[in-house]
């Protein structure tokens, strides 16, 4: 048995089910050491009713330089390397430091860019936040956008009145182009109450599809790449990985949307356990 230790970067929001309260218990379960560097600590994530109800927001940058100084003194080596939601834009650079100077050797880089939906970026970030996640995805291995996330990283205008097959094949070519080395792109359907998801591999594309539920629900893009880079370091390919995240996700939104009561995250934690039958299959 090999024991893989795994930091991943993203907030705290201590409320709202998104970020480093998902991926830290779906990694975990999945079997890794997950070491965590917060970006920011937030009272709650900034999305839906929290957007202008007053969250807080703690950013970290500062503190980035000397936890990595630390661990390299103690000698601290990580596996693989995932990032979601980032606190500044100058912390890119500190992020981009700490996978240069702290993996292993081929230590995996996943880069989720997790800044904008539906066509809008997140609440705080602007241009130069969108330039600097587009340097750090070109030193990713894999990244994974949204389309919302795909057009602003590659000035791409975004498809108010939809897309067809030929806008992402050119979104795809653009997105790797920044570098990376495949990209998988969330959210992408050509038909009617589908969903699905495009992995783009040396040059070569793939599409999984799955029926659509019309529920949008905070913190899925982040289940989705937790369970990605799980199913990534069990030794999975990209499209497997993508598959698996993909039909985790859809039950987490199947869970949960009986309880209407709930909107602000997913309940994805009563279902660890089947995501380690879909692991084990
Ligand atoms: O789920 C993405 C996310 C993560 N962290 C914070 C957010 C969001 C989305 O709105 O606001 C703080």
Redesign the pocket.
């Known amino acids: 048995m090999s024991f893989k230790r795994i930091l991943t970067v993203?907030?705290i929001?201590c409320i709202?089910q998104?970020?480093l309260t998902?991926a830290l218990p779906i990694l975990s379960a999945c079997g890794f050491e997950t070491g965590i560097l917060p970006s920011?600590v937030?009272s709650?994530?900034?999305?839906?009713s929290?957007?202008g109800s007053g969250?807080t927001?703690h950013d970290l940058t500062e503190d980035m330089p000397a936890i990595a100084r630390h661990w390299q003194q103690v000698g601290i080596r990580f596996d693989a390397f995932y990032t979601?939601?980032l606190g500044s834009a100058r912390q890119i650079e500190y992020v981009k430091n700490i996978c240069a100077s702290l993996g292993k050797d081929n230590a995996r880089i996943i880069v989720d860019p997790?800044m904008a939906?539906f066509g809008r970026l997140?609440?705080?970030f602007d241009g130069d936040f969108v330039q600097e996640m587009a340097k750090l995805c070109a030193i990713a291995d894999v990244i994974l956008p949204n389309i919302t996330e795909a057009c602003l990283l590659t000035a791409t205008p975004y498809p108010t009145n939809g897309y067809d097959e030929a806008f992402i094949d050119e979104l795809l070519r653009k997105l790797a182009a920044l570098g990376a080395k495949a990209v998988v792109l969330t959210g992408i359907a050509f038909r009617e109450g589908e969903n699905g998801v495009m992995v783009y591999e040396n040059g070569q594309k793939q599409h999984y599809t799955h029926p659509l539920i019309d529920r949008p629900c905070?913190?899925?893009?982040?289940v989705y790449a937790s369970v990605f880079t799980g199913c990534v370091l069990r030794g999975k390919s990209y499209y497997d990985a993508a598959r698996i995240a993909a039909d985790f996700t859809l039950r987490c939104i199947e869970n949960t949307v009986e309880d209407k009561e709930h909107w602000y995250g997913v309940h994805f934690e009563s279902l660890l356990p089947e995501l380690m039958q879909m692991l084990a299959e």
Do not use: P, R, W
């Open positions: 993203q907030d929001s709202g998104c970020s998902v920011a937030l709650t994530h900034t999305g839906g929290f957007n969250y927001f979601g939601y997790a939906d997140y609440a705080g905070h913190g899925t893009g982040d």
